[in-house]
């Protein structure tokens, strides 16, 4: 029997979107405020679902206090109060959409989760504008 367990999270971040290989009114078209060239931020909100087995000998699917500091450490530290396009490595070549960040994110924390694990990730870029992962 499969059961998914959730943690909350959240970080703070700035970013701009654009495409380099277009000039600024494409950008602009394209991406309207987002594009402005001296960034813009966003309190992101995460929820990361981590769906298996339960253990039998523990009672879980996986412990939440692990789970707590791997989203600590690989998202939380990682990302808050970031500059993305300048202070991040993967997004110095990889425009920061909400739908690049929450790929790079799962890739993060499912590099940490047992193997056995299915993940998906949902981030929150605003509260009606959200993107998940799962993989795919």
Known sequence: MKVTVNR???FNAAH?????NWDDAKNKEVYGKCSNPHYHGHNYEL???VRGE???ETGFV??????????EVEVEDYLDHKNL???VEEFKTLNPTA??????????IKAKLDQ???LKVTLYETPRNFVEYSGD
């Open 99 to 108: 739908e690049n960040i929450v790929i790079v994110i799962w890739n993060k």
């Open 8 to 10: 909350k999270a959240h």
């Open 47 to 49: 929820i990361v679902s």
């Open 116 to 118: 056995g694990l299915d």
């Open 54 to 56: 339960i253990d039998p």
């Open 62 to 71: 996986m412990n939440l206090d692990v789970l707590r500091r791997i989203i």
């Open 85 to 87: 396009n300048i202070e």
């Open 16 to 20: 701009r979107l654009y495409n380099p």
